[in-house]
């Protein structure tokens, strides 16, 4: 999705779809969802019979002027479900431009031989292994099982530098519909036609099954509880002007109805709450429901992983630096030989470093070991030699726990090596051969720029930082410190993010973190709000309730804000809906009144021309408003972080007074415009 695009409110396709949609959405069984402005069309209806048949409710209507009102509460409804629809058809062109992305194409699918047979990819079935060549699109979503290639993926997150895919990594998902553009991949595809992540995203983003979100369902309750009230008063009403020998056609008494009920609110509602869901799919994240944004509004902790996050993730051995019993071409060459078969970052730096200092191994060495894969448990990988020797790489604590246990004896100097390196803010992993300490490798890890200011942006709004690392707490420590975060967990497991979720909710807490591993998806889950990588594994997209199609798990950041700037405009333009009805109030009661006591004609300070005038004149600017504040709720109240004392008391004053104030001139204006056309036709 191109940046241009981005900041478009409404192209000329989103337009003429929205006019049409609002038509169809006057069915009664779509209307009746939205209380407010059902209680409207059951007015335009009811309205429309008296313009038909001026007598029906025996108070002698004028047709000519129950037209009107009947043509004014008819656009009224029209403009509130235009504001929907236009809400709704951003989401749906998002939902087209992905659906060109899901092409009917070829699949390779691979047989245990290793030979490819073209296959339609919607053949395809969980469990296959396909190959994607240079040139061809993944077919389906999948993992990657073998080789390095680039990806293009601008189809579904709009950036055009093609990102890199590997086996075994953080970044082996793939998402059909993507294309390689590099080398080849080997893919097991993880789910079947019409359950991809890509099928996901275009129900999702159509918002055509969209639930109502808890704080919009009890906004809604409101609404719905302050209509019952006005129609109770506007029932009773006829009562009391038969008593003050006031008679009031029935067309009147469904203008002050619609005037006094908050429809502004009610017709901007839905719109409100499918365009905070747009704001987060045009920053390239895809949220399973609204929910899920509305909660980001709500949060006060983030977890956050170190690596990737708060730190650019690459830790890359950067110096080798041996104990006092040992030579650096010992810790160098012990070093290379443990990273041999490591396809992480950290393994391919080591054996690049060794290689640059000159210590290097022919093709085939030690492929008769058993390579020791990293564990979060173990904390430490390795080989074993065919000869007995065992070579581990890791932790310092998990390395001196694994020689001491082989009878061997902690070096004096090694805490002294880790020690400096971690007030460096960089990472320790201490080598050993048996029971042999023979050095540490210094892996390099770098803070984001600009990462202290915005943790501090989120101290102001209320949001406490939690970072988490497997690092040990020293360097844990001195990370934290320079990114500016609130506390730390150090050498943190899956599990220990888990219950520092759990020990913040049992404060009352709402929870946000992000993750791309299979080990982050119980916690994701756990989360209030879980915001997983597109390049990460399945699992902990299928735990998520967010998806970050960009793969920046810095987003969070900005995802919180979108929440909160959800629940600001919804927070100020119901403050500005409720306020403008005192203007209302002010134009139709006196007007109603004032031939029967003329006193009530000094409620009338706008001054306007007649009771009809006034009534007719806070009928259109009731219509008329809802359109205008469309743009507010697509783009949403501008939000900057401050404290929620300071920011109701921004609110109160630019759309609390200014809900009183522009109806008061709107009112005004719009009267001294239709007074000329009423005389005109005798009814002023």
Not at 610 to 624: E, G, M, T, V
Request: aromatic share 6%; proline share 4%; net charge negative.
């Amino acid at each position: 999705m191109s940046s241009e695009k981005k900041k478009k409110l409404i192209t000329k396709d989103i337009f003429s779809t929205a006019v049409k949609e609002s038509f169809l959405k006057l069915n009664p069984r779509f209307m009746i969802k939205n209380p407010v402005m059902f209680v409207v069309e059951v007015g335009f209806v009811l309205t429309l019979l008296a313009s038909i048949f001026p007598n029906i409710y025996g108070d002698n209507g004028n047709r000519l002027y129950n037209g009107i009102v009947t043509v004014i509460l008819f656009i009224t409804v029209l403009f509130a479900n235009f504001a929907e629809a236009v809400a709704e058809g951003r989401g749906k062109a998002q939902a087209d431009s992905l659906k060109k992305a899901r092409k009917d194409t070829k699949a390779k699918l691979l047989d245990e031989s290793g030979k490819y047979t073209l296959v339609n990819a919607a053949d395809l079935k969980k469990g296959d292994v396909v190959l994607a060549e240079s040139g061809d699109v993944i077919p389906n979503d999948g993992e990657v099982i073998e080789g390095i290639a680039s990806v293009d993926e601008s189809a579904i997150t709009g950036e055009s530098a093609p990102v890199m895919k590997e086996a075994g990594g953080d970044f082996c998902s793939v998402t059909g519909g993507t294309m390689v553009v590099s080398d080849s991949l080997k893919i097991e595809i993880t789910a079947t036609p019409g359950e991809s992540f890509l099928d996901k995203m275009i129900s999702l983003v159509e918002g055509a099954s969209r639930q109502k979100t808890p704080n919009e369902m009890a906004l809604t309750t409101l609404l719905v509880s302050l209509t019952i009230i006005f129609l109770i008063v506007i029932v009773t009403l006829p009562s009391f002007a038969s008593y003050s020998h006031v008679s009031i056609e029935v067309s009147t008494l469904i203008a002050l109805l619609v005037c006094l009920i908050p429809t502004t609110i009610g017709g901007l509602l839905s719109a409100i709450g499918i365009a905070g869901m747009d704001r987060v799919t045009t920053f390239n994240v895809i949220a399973m429901s609204g929910k899920a944004v509305e909660a980001c509004g709500d949060v006060t902790t983030m977890i956050l992983d170190k690596t990737g996050t708060i730190t650019f993730g690459n830790r890359l051995a950067a110096e080798f630096l041996p104990v006092k019993k040992f030579a650096i071409e010992d810790v160098t060459k012990y070093a290379l030989i443990s990273s041999i078969k490591d396809g992480t970052p950290e393994g391919r730096s080591t054996v690049e470093l060794a290689n640059k200092l000159g210590v290097t191994s022919a093709e085939g060495d030690y492929d008769d070991g058993e390579f020791i894969e990293f564990s979060a448990q173990t904390k430490m990988s390795g080989i074993d030699l065919t000869d007995g020797t065992k070579i581990r790489k890791g932790a310092g604590s998990a390395i001196k726990e694994f020689v001491i246990e082989r009878g061997g004896v902690i070096p004096e100097d090694i805490d002294a090596i880790t020690d400096k390196i971690s007030k460096l803010g960089g990472t320790p992993l201490v080598v050993c051969k048996d029971n042999d300490i023979l050095g540490v490798i210094y892996l390099k890890d770098t803070v984001k720029p600009g990462m202290n200011e915005r943790f501090k942006r989120l101290r102001e709004i209320g949001i406490k930082t939690i970072m988490c690392t497997g690092d040990n707490p020293l360097t844990a420590a001195t990370i934290a410190k320079e990114a500016g975060v609130d506390d730390f967990v150090a050498e943190c497991k899956p599990e220990d993010k888990i219950a520092v979720i759990k020990a913040e909710q049992a404060l009352g807490k709402l929870v946000a973190m992000t993750g791309d591993g299979t080990n982050d998806a119980p916690a994701l889950a756990q989360a209030d709000v879980g915001l997983a990588m597109n390049s990460g594994t399945v699992a902990a997209k299928e735990a998520a309730n967010m998806v970050d199609l960009d793969s920046d798990p810095t987003k969070i950041l900005e995802v919180v804000e979108i929440g909160k700037q959800l629940l600001i405009t919804r927070g100020a333009l119901t403050t500005f809906s409720i306020a403008n009805d005192i203007a209302k109030y002010f134009a139709i009661i006196p007007a109603i009144f004032t031939l029967a006591i003329p006193k009530m004609n000094a409620l009338n300070i706008m001054g306007l021309s007649s009771p009809r005038s006034a009534i007719l004149s806070a009928l259109i600017f009731n219509a008329i408003i809802i359109p205008a504040l469309i743009p507010i709720a697509m783009r949403g109240v501008k939000y900057k972080p401050m404290k929620a004392e300071a920011l109701l008391a921004k609110n109160l004053l630019v759309y609390g007074l200014g809900g009183v104030i522009v109806p008061f001139v709107g009112i005004k204006i719009i009267d001294l415009v239709i007074t000329p056309i009423l005389r005109a036709l005798n009814l002023a």
